[in-house]
């Protein structure tokens, strides 16, 4: 039912939208057009922040370099009760979207998604989101260098998010 | 920051390979993500645009007006500092509603949006390079997730055989509501703080 839900609503929205915007006289594909153009220059606009960000995410994967992060973090990790094949999907999620999921099918593949892991992982990735990526993505756009207290507001709401998502996976 | 951040990405990338003997490993690394970022990038271009094609029709029948004011008492609480004119207002009421509703492609160009219009309008003009206390709240809250149904993983689940892929839906609904409980939390602690003229902006 709720699946049901989720998959009708992009088409019910643009119908919606779409239907009222006829019914209000309006001349829908100029509109449509106009908003477009604009979408286009956005886009192209955090393209250079896109670039800049996934080639040092790429980088930094490639080294190997998390992959030994996860190593040294397994012992802290433990203290707070998560699961040592968690924890590369956790430092990923910071970065990059596609990565993660990546990484959390990784997970499905090798644990089974009713596994504990499986549903960590899950849950994990429903209730995060990646911080450092909207963070340059955001203020990127606009030209803010001083976040002031964004990063550790970001990290620690991931932290709550973790933390219940382990919790309620257990 | 995040201009150390991302130099310390680079440098340690490179230099971590260089000492594990992976180098080249390393720059195709670096190659491949470039050219995949724009390949990323033109599938944004193409539904981002769509989605901000669609929301301006919305936005011009008056639809996005309608929305703006119900989703009010909740942007109230959020923000008390900005105004019920303000031209930010409007993008911020959408993204907020097109987060929860898991449509992230049509979140960002009006988070943008929302935030472009904060920057124009802000009321110290002297710093600009520094985010008001409204962006960090918006920024924040996003990034606490507000996407009530996990729709993507509850396919990618159901892809790997799960025997109950909607099983997810509850503890996903409980976490990320924990996180942006904890972000408002926050959030207020740190409006609060700047308001008694005690917090000294960092760096």
Known sequence: MMEWISRMLTPFIISYIVGFGILSDRPVFDDFLAGAREGMKTVAGILPTLIGLLAAVGTLRASGFLDTLSIWLETPASWIHLPSPLIPLVLVRLVSNSAATGLALDIFGRYGPDSFLGIAASVIMSSTETVFYCISIYFGSIHIT?????LPGALLATAVGIGASILLAG | ??????????????FWGAANGNLDAVTKGLIDSSKESVELGLVMLG????????LEVGNRAGLVDWLTKKAGPMMDFLYPGLPKDHPARQPMAVNMIANIL??????TPAGLAALKALQQNRDEEKDRQTATNTMCTFLIINISSLQLVPINMIAYRS???SSNPMAIVGPALIATFCSTLAAVIFCKIMDMKSRRGKAVPKK
């Open chain 2, 159 to 161: 892809q790997f055989g």
């Open chain 2, 102 to 107: 898991g449509l992230g492609m049509a979140a």
């Open chain 2, 47 to 54: 539904i981002m645009s769509f989605w901000c094609g669609i």
């Open chain 1, 146 to 150: 001083k976040t002031r207290y964004v």
């Open chain 2, 1 to 14: 920051m995040l201009n150390y951040l991302w130099g310390l990405m680079i440098l340690t990338g490179i």
